[in-house]
């Protein structure tokens, strides 16, 4: 039988190396995705209250060179908010099937997460004006699919 101390010891984490960890994760799902610049600022959880319990952050706020991107953890799934982006870029995410807004998308995993983190990166990397050319196009690209779906083919 083990003694407490044990037992103790065992369970222990550096929190640091946690945060750190998710930190690592986001970082390369970024890159993957093809943003060069990014700064990490960890930020409080914005879904349960859990860094508070364990004084870990698993969110952060990502500065990159196309504005501020949100990311954490939810439940299930993973929180990618490009609110403070200012852009609408809901259209460009209508095959997606996890919840979708004008500013943030779910990701069931990683890979849907970086596939999520990659479409943002073409999308915010553009000028407004071909922003909204391709805007233009999508929606007929969107009405098509969703016509064709309708249909079962």
């Given at each position: 039988?083990?003694?407490?101390?044990?037992?103790?010891?065992v369970?222990?984490?550096?929190?640091?190396?946690?945060?750190?960890?998710?930190?690592?994760?986001?970082?390369?799902?970024?890159?993957?995705?093809g943003?060069?610049?990014?700064?990490?600022?960890?930020?409080?959880?914005?879904?349960?209250g859990?860094d508070?319990?364990?004084?870990?952050?698993?969110?952060?706020?990502?500065?990159?060179?196309?504005?501020?991107?949100?990311?954490?953890?939810?439940?299930?799934?993973?929180?990618?908010?490009?609110?403070?982006?200012?852009?609408?870029?809901?259209?460009?995410?209508?095959?997606?099937?996890?919840?979708?807004?004008?500013?943030?998308?779910?990701?069931?995993?990683?890979?849907?997460?970086?596939?999520?983190?990659?479409?943002?990166?073409?999308l915010?990397?553009?000028?407004?004006?071909?922003?909204?050319?391709?805007?233009?196009?999508?929606?007929?690209?969107?009405?098509?699919?969703?016509?064709?779906?309708?249909?079962?083919?």
């Amino acid at each position: 039988m083990q003694n407490a101390t044990t037992d103790v010891e065992v369970c222990s984490f550096d929190k640091r190396k946690l945060t750190y960890a998710y930190q690592e994760d986001f970082r390369r799902m970024f890159a993957l995705a093809g943003f060069e610049t990014m700064v990490f600022y960890p930020i409080p959880n914005e879904y349960y209250g859990d860094d508070q319990l364990f004084g870990t952050s698993k969110w952060f706020m990502v500065d990159t060179d196309y504005g501020k991107i949100k990311i954490g953890p939810r439940k299930n799934v993973i929180n990618v908010d490009w609110s403070a982006t200012g852009r609408d870029l809901e259209v460009f995410f209508y095959k997606h099937e996890s919840t979708v807004s004008a500013h943030y998308a779910h990701a069931w995993n990683n890979y849907e997460c970086l596939g999520i983190l990659t479409l943002l990166y073409k999308l915010l990397s553009k000028d407004e004006e071909s922003l909204a050319r391709q805007r233009e196009f999508t929606i007929k690209a969107k009405a098509e699919y969703l016509e064709r779906k309708k249909n079962g083919k």
